[in-house]
């Protein structure tokens, strides 16, 4: 058994009134788990904008702490500060402020084109109010020019006033460990939670990796590769790997792990029931 760490989970707002209900009966039995939060995420530019407040409004004050995702990109400072005195307005004090990434095509970065921009407003907006949750890139994140300035760029983003971080998913523990070596080294101690992908698709989890600069390793893209449609195989393959994975962090030193739970139940909660962290 692993030691005791936080957990958190995340969730996308649904499109349909249907798979929002079912949302409703997987946080019932995720909250089962005693998580330190449910995220909320938000398209960028605002595209998700009425959906996340449903969704947040669905869960807020049921328990677990809801935090919302805000990005920048796109948004402009009014906009913004609606939603923070909306969220303020409601009792939430966790966000994860984010640049996010506009749909290609449109173009033009906004009032605050980064997200330590944002992070900076919301400090100015509303002081020690909210707790602010960055985003963090063990592999890189895809645009920026080196791996030497994603992490000066980070370290600017926690020295604006994040209180701790969460990452990118990734399969390989060591890039998690080098990462916060090398922030430490800037002088950056905010907590990184790892963020962990569940595997239960292989075409899904290709596509999210393409997606997002994450690599997964060759030795775990063969072994999906000769499962082929046996979706049974790829989801036992895949709670080993995470569970794996999740123990080595957890005994390297991790703070908390965070699940983006595609919003599933399953496979997060067995993962954390075998991590012992229920
Ligand atoms: P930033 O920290 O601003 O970094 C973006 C890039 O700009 C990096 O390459 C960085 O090195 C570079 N950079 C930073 N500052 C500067 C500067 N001053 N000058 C020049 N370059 C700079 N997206 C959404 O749209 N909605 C969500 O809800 C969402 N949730 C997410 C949750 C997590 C945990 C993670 C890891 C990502 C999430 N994303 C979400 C995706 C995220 O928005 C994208 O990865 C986006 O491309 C970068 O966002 P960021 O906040 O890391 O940006």
Redesign the pocket.
């Known amino acids: 058994m692993s030691k005791r760490v936080p957990i958190s989970f ?1 969730f ?1 707002p649904s499109k349909t009134d249907a798979g929002a209900e079912k949302l409703r009966t997987v946080h019932k039995e995720l909250q089962l788990l005693n998580p330190e939060f449910f ?1 909320v ?4 530019g605002g595209s998700t904008r009425e959906r996340t407040l449903s969704t947040l409004n669905d869960f807020n004050g049921k328990g677990t702490p809801v935090a919302p ?1 805000l ?1 920048c ?1 796109g948004d402009d400072k009014a906009r913004i500060t609606e939603l923070l005195d909306i969220y303020k307005s409601q009792g939430i004090d966790r966000i ?6 506009l749909p290609s095509g449109q173009v033009g970065l906004g009032e605050l ?5 944002l992070v900076r407003f919301i400090r100015e907006h509303s002081g020690d109010y909210f707790n602010i ?5 063990p592999e890189m ?5 080196s791996f030497d ?2 992490i000066k ?2 370290c ?2 926690a020295n604006a006033g994040a209180n701790s971080a ?3 998913f990734f399969f390989n523990p060591d890039a998690y460990f080098y990462f916060v070596e090398r922030i430490q080294k800037e002088g950056v101690n905010i907590p990184v939670a790892p ?1 962990i992908m569940p595997i239960t698709n292989a075409s899904n989890l290709i596509r999210f990796a393409d997606g ?1 600069g994450a690599e997964i390793p060759r030795w775990i893209r063969k072994q999906l590769a000769a499962y082929g449609d046996d979706v049974e195989s790829i989801k036992a393959f895949g709670h080993e790997v995470n569970l794996k994975l999740c123990e080595r962090l957890i005994e390297g030193g991790a703070p908390s792990l ?1 699940f983006y739970t595609m919003n599933q139940t399953e496979p997060n909660r067995q993962l954390v029931l075998d991590l012992g962290l229920a």
């Open positions: 995340e996308f995220s995420t938000y398209g960028a995702h990005s990109i994860v402020a984010l640049r996010g990434d084109p980064y997200a330590q921009d949750e960055v985003a963090a890139y994140h895809p645009q920026a020019d300035a994603d760029r980070f600017e983003k969460i990452t990118q963020g997002t965070h």
